[in-house]
């Protein structure tokens, strides 16, 4: 069973619907004994830092997260919930994340030319850096779509995709057996859903 995590934050049904559509066994869920019991983890997020990171935490199922990605279990940020997987965040602040991948999220007007709009919104193309089970099913090129103004800066070891957004900006990351997309498998076609297959196989 895959659990997507329900902390008030985050483009449950779409989730929900890629998943039914591969035929995986999925259920969007605020109970920390859900994750527990899960197979694998996903951590969505839309919005701003600040108020999911606190959301999260109040919810009581940061913890059981935590602990489950510490013993193995495969967890799979989407969007923000990828930017929550870091050790904190500077949007507004500077806040605490999951610190569950060394590193800290970051404005991308910090490194994209003037003229770029921001946030970035819309289909961009991968660039694979590393191999990644995620990408098990994927192209070099393979474009997927993307809303963000914020991206996580880490050590390149972590890095597994890059997009060229005016500048080379952090699309996806594996640590071990946690996982993060800062695109939209679930709002990517066929390629996202490709994705979303490969996490269930890892």
Request: hydrophobic share 40%; with cysteine.
């Amino acid at each position: 069973m895959i659990a997507i995590v329900n902390y008030g934050v985050g483009n449950l049904f779409s989730l929900e619907s890629s998943f039914n559509a591969i035929g995986q066994n999925v259920i969007v869920t605020s109970d920390p004994n859900d994750l527990k019991h899960s197979d694998r983890i996903i951590l969505p997020g839309v919005g701003a830092f600040e108020d999911a990171a606190r959301k999260l935490f109040a919810s009581g199922l940061a913890e059981p997260l935590i602990d489950e990605a510490r013993k193995g279990k495969p967890v799979l940020g989407i969007c923000l919930g990828m930017q929550l997987l870091f050790t904190k965040s500077y949007e507004f602040g500077v806040h605490d994340g999951l610190n569950l991948i060394p590193g800290d999220v970051r404005p991308i007007s910090d490194i994209i030319p003037a003229d770029f709009k921001i946030p970035q919104i819309g289909w961009n193309s991968l660039h694979l850096t590393k191999p990644s089970g995620l990408f098990a099913n994927s192209h070099e090129g393979d474009y997927v779509y993307f809303v963000h103004s914020y991206s996580a800066f880490c050590d390149s070891g972590y890095i597994t995709a890059i997009t060229d957004y005016g500048a080379g900006l952090t699309a996806a990351v594996q640590f071990g057996n946690v996982y993060g997309a800062q695109f939209h498998p679930e709002k990517s076609g066929n390629v996202g859903l490709n994705m979303l297959r490969a996490f269930c196989e890892v």
